[in-house]
């Protein structure tokens, strides 16, 4: 007799996990962005000597570092090679019958667009 375990790991695993992930992260980018739109603001801009102020604070670095996990932790699931192929590569079908965001395009400079 075969016997299958309770809980089977294949598949992408779109899951609430990922969903948090995203909502969570997407949170924290959007409070670190008000944060220095509104030190920005307060001050009349961002030049060198507030930026080296801001830096000196180890709270400020601790906030930065924070903020860089989540923008790499909120890409990471949409980034990873297991959802961009099976959202992407769909064998047996026509190129032709692809939405237009899914065909490949050749990467052509038009000269004609170009400002002189």
Same mark, same amino acid.
């Given at each position: 007799?075969?016997?299958?375990?309770? @809980?089977?790991?294949?598949?992408a695993?779109y899951?609430? $996990?990922?969903?948090?992930?995203?909502?969570?992260?997407?949170?924290?980018?959007?409070v670190?962005?008000?944060?220095?739109?509104?030190? =920005?603001?307060?001050?009349?801009?961002?030049?060198?000597?507030?930026? $080296?102020a801001?830096? =000196?604070?180890?709270?400020? $670095?601790?906030?930065?570092?924070?903020?860089m996990?989540?923008? /790499?932790?909120? =890409?990471?699931?949409?980034?990873?090679?297991?959802?961009?192929?099976?959202?992407?590569?769909q064998?047996? @079908?026509?190129?032709q019958?692809r939405? =237009?965001?899914?065909?490949?395009?050749?990467l052509? /400079?038009?000269?004609?667009?170009?400002? @002189?």
């Open positions: 007799m075969v016997s299958r375990p309770l @809980r089977e790991s294949v598949g695993h899951g609430w $996990k990922d969903w948090l992930v995203q909502r969570v992260t997407a949170v924290v980018m959007v670190y962005t008000i944060l220095v739109l509104g030190i =920005a603001l307060w001050h009349g801009g961002i030049d060198y000597p507030l930026w $080296k801001l830096f =000196a604070d180890n709270a400020f $670095k601790l906030v930065t570092f924070v903020f996990l989540a923008v /790499c932790w909120h =890409a990471w699931p949409s980034a990873a090679p297991r959802h961009s192929w099976s959202s992407t590569a064998p047996g @079908r026509p190129l019958s939405p =237009a965001a899914q065909r490949p395009r050749p052509v /400079c038009d000269r004609r667009s170009t400002h @002189r």
